[in-house]
């Protein structure tokens, strides 16, 4: 069974600082983890891909870890801006979806 | 401009109803998926597309039917069987299929339907 999970429901972060969400996974095999970010009643838009050969990818203000041993994977948003206020979902392979952790960025 | 519709935004449907979501891309994409979000979770698999006249059952595809008749499209077929049909409907489509990777990672999502059972 593959999971992807997302214990955190919600964060909450100050505008400027860093933002940490987390999503750990089960079962190992060669695959690639995408994170997602989604509006209320819209449609969620790609943000970043790493692939399991590789420890980190960076694209800008984000930037994610991947810890193959520990089974888990972390976004960093920084600086953290309130237009970040959103759902962030990890995915596995593209279908296998976390429930999400709601991020709100405080000015 | 290239993308991913979904129509209508809003439905609403009587108990007992059959009800199709439509999905057209203009992405030339190979592959189409059908998910489902309910408050509070992640998004559920319902049925997958990765190529023209294929297509697979995901995680909840019971109460469900598709068919891709054309690479651009990928209706969504809601039937009397489905149990809790009342959800928000995300269709998304992307080059490569679930497994493939690289370039052909990304998924694009439509802007979503919501479908209310009364």
């Known amino acids: 069974d593959q999971q992807v999970k997302q214990n955190s429901p919600s964060l909450s972060v100050q505008e400027g600082r860093i933002s940490i969400l987390n999503c750990d996974y089960t079962?190992?095999?060669?695959?690639?983890f995408l994170w997602y970010k989604k509006y209320p009643a819209e449609g969620p838009t790609f943000l970043i891909s790493?692939?399991?050969?590789?420890d980190k990818n960076e694209d800008g203000r984000f930037t994610v870890f991947l810890n193959k041993s520990a089974k888990h994977l972390s976004l960093h948003i920084v600086p953290s801006q309130p237009g970040d206020s959103a759902v962030y979902f990890c995915?596995?392979?593209?279908?296998?979806f976390g429930p999400g952790t709601s991020l709100s960025v405080i000015p | 401009d290239g993308g991913i519709t979904q129509s209508p935004k809003y439905l609403f449907r009587k108990e007992g109803q059959n009800v199709t979501l439509s999905c057209e891309q203009n992405?030339?994409?190979?592959?189409m998926y059908w998910y489902r979000q309910d408050p509070g979770q992640g998004l559920r698999l319902i049925y997958y597309?990765?190529?023209?006249?294929?297509?697979q059952k995901g995680d909840i595809a019971e109460g469900y039917s598709v068919s891709r008749e054309k690479k651009e499209s990928f209706p969504l077929t809601v039937t009397s069987a489905q149990k809790n049909p009342t959800a928000f409907y995300l269709c998304?489509?992307?080059?490569?299929?679930?497994?493939?990777?690289?370039?052909?990672?990304?998924?694009?999502f439509g802007p979503g339907t919501r479908l209310t059972v009364l």
């Open positions: 790493i692939s399991s050969i590789k």
């Open positions: 992405l030339n994409h190979d592959a």
């Open positions: 079962n190992s095999m060669f695959d690639y």
């Open positions: 995915a596995r392979c593209k279908v296998i």
């Open positions: 998304a489509s992307s080059r490569g299929g679930w497994a493939s990777g690289g370039s052909y990672n990304e998924q694009f």
């Open positions: 597309s990765q190529i023209v006249n294929d297509f």
